[in-house]
């Protein structure tokens, strides 16, 4: 289904005239699994999600269980509108930068607002790995860059699994843009075996002029070495 610099695609999709709204949803196929799901794109904007209930006269709607890509990042959530400015408010949401339908680790969003190529933006949140809940990780609020250009904003850890330091999130923290010429990154690593490290890192750059970084690092290793 195609309408100005929108395109609809499902298994099922039903239009009411009278309202200029428009209602899709997958299917179950043959094997009782949910197939065929709503693909909603208009122009660089792209979403999958299980239901969407859309009105082409207000560009206003409602969506079930959306996945979309901002940025590097990306965003799922529960129940979610769609305003006609693009802004997208959602509740029961996650951030990731794993691309798995189900992503192995991401901030739980309790509420949360997005604006695509610009940012998005939550209320309490907290880190889940593996579907594990981790409460020491807890954040009062989340701030995610949807841009490729330089902005302030949390960098999601990498998971690791290491044979003598456990099971790790590596390499989390905060990115600062300072100025337009300096920056400041703080990172933070944990294992479950103990071991914890930090650092930060400074740069600073102007083309033809000067440039230069300070780091700062400090490790505590708990190191398992029994058979």
């Not at 794109?41 to 999958?48: E, I, L, P, Y």
């Not at 590097?72 to 400015?85: I, P």
Request: charged residues 25%; proline residues 4%; hydrophobic residues 35%.
């Amino acid at each position: 289904m195609d309408y100005q610099d929108i395109t609809l695609k499902a298994d099922r999709i039903e239009y009411d005239f009278n309202w200029k709204t428009v209602s899709a949803a997958g299917a179950i196929d043959s094997s009782g699994k949910l197939a065929g799901k709503p693909e909603f794109t208009q122009g660089s904007d792209k979403f999958t999600f299980d239901t969407i209930r859309y009105n082409f006269e207000s560009r206003k709607g409602k969506i079930k269980n959306i996945i979309t890509q901002q940025g590097e990042g990306y965003v799922h959530s529960m129940y979610t509108k769609r305003f006609s400015d693009g802004e997208i408010h959602m509740r029961q949401g996650k951030y990731t930068t794993c691309d798995a339908e189900h992503p192995h680790f991401y901030i739980a969003l309790t509420k949360a607002i997005s604006i695509p190529g610009n940012k998005t933006i939550s209320g309490p949140a907290h880190m889940v790995f593996e579907d594990i809940p981790l409460p020491i990780l807890g954040l009062p609020f989340g701030f995610f860059p949807n841009t490729s250009t330089r902005a302030s904003g949390l960098i999601l850890p990498d998971f690791r699994d290491e044979e003598r330091r456990g099971f790790g999130l590596v390499n989390g923290g905060w990115y600062m843009a300072l100025g337009e010429y300096v920056d400041l990154t703080i990172l933070g690593s944990i294992f479950s075996r103990g071991t914890w490290m930090a650092s930060t890192k400074s740069s600073y750059y102007k083309r033809y002029k000067f440039s230069g970084n300070f780091n700062a690092d400090f490790a505590m290793n708990r190191i398992n070495d029994d058979p």
